[in-house]
């Protein structure tokens, strides 16, 4: 774990889930379940929302930065375990408060009006997207591995996830979405997820060099160029492929396309959830359209909440985090067997009311 000690205070201890401190003029936030690869949690979303409004208003705080404890990454997203037994035992109304608290932070961090500087070293994905590829100055390292994977778990992209992924150059969004690739610095850079690279081993320089100065001067003085990414090469094959109006086409684009690159996509695709890939595919589309990242966390949310009621978000967890035997039986298991209804049910409005980021 990289952090600055002189001069800090950790306002939870050394023990507590998320820790909060100060160095010079800048705050600090270190998410702090290493364990778990620091998976979020309703009670750390909260900790994290209170912070942040907290040092809106303290006018000594000029710059906030968010990591990762431990050394396997930022965070690998929710808390699905979390998730699981909630949908199993609980009816779904924890997980529901916990989405509603998260993608109002998300839209916090997106509107903060004080630089937000994440470290998106090592593994980024799903609600650690989140917290940190909606800041404002995001920085990733030789390390990263950013990812949207939710497909594999029967859920929709979300944090979030459509609107960047939708605003990516051409169809690399739709790549990412469906088949839940992780992607390192260049290729992150390329999609609008990240701004900086900077080498892992030079972290702690810029972290106490960033605590009286300047932060957007402070990162170009510590900005490297990222190593040669994949995803450039590919976007000849990848937009025309994805640019399908149906998943069942893109698939057999991919197939027909000849390359092994395109091939190995379809394949991994083919192991997702059906009823979420078309589901994702129709709020990519959906996220095109819309004007703020409020509107698409709405939307999210509706998904998000559509999920709980499906098979597959059992099934995606049990098979991935649970038994971990990779293999998930999904229902219905066929993409044919998905029916215009059952997509339509991820963006209708949740029993329990919108989560009404975006009205007005």
Same mark, same amino acid.
């Given at each position: ?5 002189? &001069?800090?205070?950790?306002s ?20 702090n ?7 979020l949690?309703h009670?750390? $979303?909260?900790?994290m ?18 990591? &990762?404890a ?12 979390a ?8 009816? #779904?109304?924890?997980?529901t ?5 998260? =993608?109002?932070l ?5 509107? =903060?009006?004080k ?12 609600? &650690? ?19 949207? @994977?939710?497909?594999?778990? #029967?859920? $929709? ?5 459509? =609107? ?19 992607v ?30 300047? %932060?957007?001067?402070? %990162? ?6 990222? @190593? ?22 893109? $698939? ?5 396309? #000849?390359?092994?690159?395109s ?29 703020t990242?409020?509107?698409v ?8 909440c559509?999920?709980?009621?499906? @098979? ?13 035997d ?26 329990? #009311?919108?989560l ?5």
């Amino acid at each position: 774990m990289r952090r600055i000690t002189e &001069g800090t205070s950790e306002s939870m201890g050394q023990d507590g889930p998320v820790l909060t401190g100060r160095a010079g003029r800048t705050a600090h936030i270190t998410l702090n379940r290493p364990r778990a690869l620091n998976a979020l949690t309703h009670p750390m $979303v909260l900790t994290m929302s209170a912070a942040l409004a907290e040092w809106e208003r303290d006018a000594s705080v000029a710059a906030v930065i968010i990591s &990762g404890a431990g050394e396997r990454g930022l965070c690998a997203g929710g808390d699905i375990r979390a998730i699981h037994e909630d949908a199993r035992t609980g009816g #779904g109304d924890a997980s529901t408060a916990f989405w509603r608290d998260e =993608y109002r932070l998300d839209a916090r961090i997106a509107r =903060y009006p004080k630089p937000y500087v994440a470290l998106m070293d090592g593994i980024v994905m799903g609600g &650690g997207v989140g917290v940190s590829a909606h800041g404002s100055v995001r920085i990733v390292t030789e390390r990263s591995a950013v990812a949207m @994977p939710e497909t594999g778990i #029967g859920l $929709v992209p979300d944090v979030g996830g459509t =609107y960047l992924l939708s605003r990516a150059p051409g169809e690399l969004g739709t790549h990412l979405a469906l088949t839940g690739r992780a992607v390192g610095a260049a290729d992150a850079l390329l999609c609008g997820l990240a701004d900086h690279f900077v080498p892992s081993d030079r972290l702690d320089d810029l972290r106490a060099a960033l605590a009286g100065a300047d %932060v957007r001067e402070t %990162v170009r003085r510590y900005a490297r160029s990222a @190593p040669e990414g994949q995803l450039a090469a590919d976007r000849g094959w990848i937009d025309a492929c994805y640019a399908a109006d149906s998943v069942e086409e893109i $698939v057999d684009r991919l197939l027909g396309d #000849g390359r092994p690159a395109s091939k190995e996509a379809a394949e991994t695709i083919l192991t997702r959830s059906p009823t979420a890939l078309k589901a994702t595919l129709a709020a990519l589309r959906l996220a095109r359209g819309l004007t703020t990242l409020e509107q698409v966390l709405d939307q999210e949310y509706r998904a998000s909440c559509a999920a709980l009621t499906t @098979p597959d978000l059992l099934e995606g967890i049990r098979a991935q985090v649970i038994d971990k035997d990779r293999a998930p039986r999904w229902s219905p298991k066929e993409l044919a067997q998905v029916t215009d209804a059952e997509v339509e049910r991820f963006s209708a409005r949740p029993p329990g #009311g919108d989560l009404g980021l975006g009205a007005g």
